[in-house]
């Protein structure tokens, strides 16, 4: 008899336990500059229990809504310690629920943390094309969609662990940061590999990998004096995230009486005579139908992603966050969100995705904007991405020079900086994800590929490049995503070829990919250890010939000169011209051939050619 009402308890005690699926944040840290922690509790009908806490956790404010399965639980966390503490539910008739909540110990001068700057180059990959470190994880039995490398919209098998194996390569190369498309859970039926319909913002997808090793990949890149880049998306989840299958109130995403798509207008943002409803299918809108859009202006959901936000940067010790589709988000929502977390993390570096083709409308954007402050407005965020810098890359190699062709596109978009607060905290770019491939759009001209990464490689701003690019790799984004998003050759075992190995070595790269590796390396290592085209200022001239020169310069005495020949033509510069720029030097040692140069009168360009050439007396 004893036995069996032993039996009996330990039966309660298991369905107690069950009464609660899930709390988020599933822990937190002491310390934190919030002074408040609000902890989301999922169960079924957790909503009829009363709850305490541990007293040195003590409770602010429990919000209920409209889903009996939801608690909002808001705790002082101001002055809790690390270590075990519990939640207690209650109700009459029912069994005592216990649920432990930790805090944990930060690490040092966490809160001060340094994050990517404009002495970085960061290095964009997607985690399921680039290397599969773990073929037996490629499909998993919880999640809906296996790998199949024959379907290019499929997913491949790129995982952690083949982004860890590779770090010395990416180290080797020149690369001091790493920006990952989203890891995170994305449970959708196809197109899941690019993780941007996001079911579980908690979890890392179990085909990439684990948690613990998304930690791992931070602490080695850290080891290597590396950086982590956490894609982070506030604007929309996935159809099968947990949340919105069984929402905690019907305001938690955007609904319309049927499926609004959003009109991409994201000029209704800042449109001083847009229509309200033009604004509100804008920002309300869906981005496809299995995008359910959230509503930051609902302060659960603003805390939510605030708090979701933190804990990865405080778990997974990242050094910055890059925010998807930014400017879709609900304005002043998105602007609290920022806020919060640059405040806990005041060096911290956020750039986001606003993808616009005019100057003014992207720095409206950024951080201390006086465009915004016309409408009042500060997003707080301090990096933007520099569109229409890209817009002119992909115009100035197939067209032909005229009075407003050609390269005097890229001049007069540094022209344009007028209107940013801080132009040298800008993404530069030639390609991404989600953009054409340059080395296709070029043609495989390798004479351009130079031209082009000299340019985001010496201008002010912070250079990103795309994964593959310093092989070569193209991709026709007319053929469709997956044809942009080629699996890495040698990222697989059963790869024929290996382009992350030299060409000397058995299977290695080809003569082709061989020289656009070569170049980059030299390239992008000559940047890293040249502080003067990390924070110097810019001296540009308007281009001639289709021919761009434009200078480097900071108050140490260092000195770059850069020269961008696009013309099919072989130039002679009259150096006399450039003399602001020369400053009094008449020698330097160019970069790319290593060649010494005489600054004295004249100097050629050959056709189709950069220059970089570091002054000296």
Request: charged share 25%; hydrophobic share 35%; proline share 5%.
């Amino acid at each position: 008899m004893k036995n069996f009402s032993l039996g009996i308890l330990l039966v309660f005690s298991v369905m107690a336990q069950a009464q609660i699926a899930r709390v988020e944040p599933p822990f937190w840290w002491e310390g934190m500059q919030r002074d408040s922690l609000q902890l989301l509790v999922y169960g079924k009908d957790i909503a009829s229990y009363e709850v305490e806490a541990s007293a040195e956790m003590p409770i602010l404010e429990v919000t209920k809504t409209e889903n009996p399965n939801y608690l909002f639980v808001t705790i002082n966390s101001a002055s809790v310690a690390a270590g075990d503490y519990e939640l207690r539910f209650q109700k009459e008739g029912s069994p005592q629920i216990k649920q432990p909540y930790s805090f944990k110990k930060r690490r040092e001068h966490s809160a001060l943390r340094k994050g990517f700057d404009n002495a970085d180059l960061i290095y964009l990959l997607m985690p399921d094309r680039f290397a599969n470190g773990n073929p037996a994880g490629d499909s998993h039995p919880k999640m809906v969609e296996k790998a199949d490398r024959t379907k290019p919209d499929g997913r491949h098998g790129g995982d952690i662990k083949g982004i860890i194996d590779h770090l010395d390569y990416l180290k080797d190369l020149g690369a001091t940061a790493i920006w990952s498309t989203p890891l995170c859970e994305d449970d959708d039926e196809a197109y899941s590999y690019h993780g941007y319909a996001q079911s579980d913002v908690y979890a890392i997808d179990p085909r990439y990998g684990s948690n613990e090793d998304y930690v791992q990949l931070s602490t080695e890149l850290h080891k290597r004096g590396m950086k982590l880049i956490h894609d982070y998306v506030t604007n929309h989840w996935g159809l099968q995230h947990w949340i919105i299958q069984d929402l905690p109130t019907r305001d938690w995403i955007h609904q319309f009486d049927a499926f609004t798509n959003t009109n991409h207008r994201m000029t209704t943002q800042f449109d001083p005579y847009a229509a309200q409803i033009d604004q509100k299918i804008y920002e309300e809108g869906w981005f496809v139908p299995t995008m359910p859009d959230l509503n930051q202006n609902n302060p659960l959901v603003l805390n939510y992603l605030i708090q979701n936000a933190i804990w990865w940067v405080e778990y997974a010790d990242l050094d910055g966050l890059r925010v998807d589709t930014y400017s879709y988000n609900h304005k002043q929502g998105i602007a609290k969100w920022t806020k919060a977390l640059m405040d806990e993390y005041p060096n911290f570096n956020i750039v986001g995705e606003v993808w616009l083709h005019d100057s003014a409308q992207i720095a409206y954007w950024q951080k201390d904007s006086k465009i915004g402050a016309l409408q009042d407005y500060n997003t707080h965020l301090p990096t933007v991405m520099d569109f229409t810098l890209h817009d002119a890359l992909d115009k100035i190699f197939v067209e032909e020079e005229q009075w407003n062709q050609g390269i005097i596109r890229v001049y007069e978009n540094f022209v344009n900086d007028l209107f940013y607060p801080n132009p040298n905290n800008i993404l530069v770019f030639a390609e991404n994800h989600d953009t054409q491939r340059f080395n296709t759009r070029v043609k495989g001209a390798f004479e351009d590929y130079k031209l082009a990464m000299s340019l985001i490689c010496t201008t002010r701003g912070i250079p990103q490049v795309y994964y593959g690019s310093e092989i070569g790799m193209q991709g026709d984004k007319n053929k469709g995503d997956g044809d942009i998003r080629h699996d890495f050759p040698g990222g697989w075992p059963a790869d024929k070829q290996n382009a992350f190995l030299p060409q000397s070595e058995k299977n290695g790269r080809n003569a082709y990919q061989e020289q656009y590796f070569n170049f980059s390396k030299k390239l992008f290592n000559w940047r890293k250890a040249n502080p003067v085209v990390h924070t110097g200022k810019l001296l540009q001239y308007v281009p001639d010939k289709n021919l761009y020169v434009y200078f480097r310069y900071n108050a140490e005495g260092d000195r770059v000169m850069v020269i961008l020949n696009l013309s099919r033509k072989k130039q002679t510069l009259d150096l006399e011209r450039f003399n602001e720029g020369l400053a009094g030097h008449k020698q330097g040692l160019e970069l790319l051939t290593g060649k010494a140069l005489q600054l004295t009168d004249t100097l050629s360009v050959m056709p189709r050619t950069p220059m970089i050439i570091n002054l000296t007396r």
